[in-house]
């Protein structure tokens, strides 16, 4: 079965400055990556997701990820966050065998301070 | 613009009562889900439907029944709730059962058992 970590519960940053939020996770197979962003009292959004290809991958409002197989890593990345990127973040992996639901990591709660 | 609706938006009660919850998807999507959502932000799937069909359902108490009269519509009722059950919980749908179809969110809806 697979499993997602995501080590940081909480992440600090100023307006402007770079953000990654780490995510690893565990499938012995082909996994599908997601990350979803949850903003206060509404449901999750999907910024982006993986499958084959390019490993980098575009997202909406400036995010990308790059999936690493080596590492087991689809780690998120900003090059400059806004206070309204503030929001709780999660790294999501399905199989690719028939059948397999998305299993979601922890969360990172991401603060952006003026 | 949201596409998945959910009532009641909060909901307080008390133990032994039962509750229903519904989910409606203006999308035309095949496959819907329940989703609870506990205090530390942690997501588990609950229960998965593809066209009417019940395809995925987790180890959750009995007490907890979905219901989809159709393909846009799946309720949750639960049973004589208990105090572990105050959560978010989280409707979603998607285009299908495919492992890497997108899922879309309504807002949640928060449940307070007293």
């Known amino acids: 079965a697979q499993s997602v970590t995501q080590p940081d519960a909480r992440v600090t940053v100023s307006e402007g400055a770079s953000l990654q939020l780490r995510c690893k996770y565990s499938?012995?197979?082909?996994?599908?990556l997601f990350w979803y962003v949850q903003y206060p009292r509404q449901g999750l959004q999907l910024l982006l997701k993986?499958?084959?290809?390019?490993?980098v991958v575009q997202g909406v409002n400036g995010f990308e990820a790059e999936f690493i197989k080596s590492n087991s890593s689809f780690h998120l990345r900003k090059a400059s966050v806004h206070w309204s990127d503030s929001a709780v973040y999660f790294c999501?992996?399905?199989?690719?065998?028939?059948?397999?639901?998305?299993?979601f990591g922890q969360g990172t709660i991401l603060k952006v301070y003026l | 613009e949201t596409a998945v609706f959910q009532t009641p938006n909060y909901h307080v009660t008390q133990v032994g009562n039962e509750v229903s919850f519904n989910c409606k998807q203006t999308?035309?999507?095949?496959?819907m889900y329940w989703y609870k959502q506990d205090s530390k932000k942690l997501l588990k799937i609950m229960f998965s439907y593809n066209n009417k069909q019940l395809i995925v359902n987790e180890t959750v108490p009995r007490r907890f029944s979905p219901q989809s009269s159709d393909k846009a519509h799946l309720n949750l009722r639960i049973k004589s709730v208990e105090p572990e059950d105050s959560a978010v919980y989280l409707c979603?749908?998607?285009?299908?059962?495919?492992?890497?179809?997108?899922?879309?969110f309504g807002p949640g809806t928060r449940l307070t058992v007293l």
């Open positions: 993986y499958y084959s290809g390019d490993p």
């Open positions: 979603a749908s998607s285009r299908d059962w495919d492992n890497y179809a997108e899922q879309f």
């Open positions: 499938y012995s197979g082909t996994p599908y």
């Open positions: 999501a992996v399905s199989g690719s065998s028939s059948g397999q639901k998305l299993v």
């Open positions: 999308l035309g999507h095949d496959t």
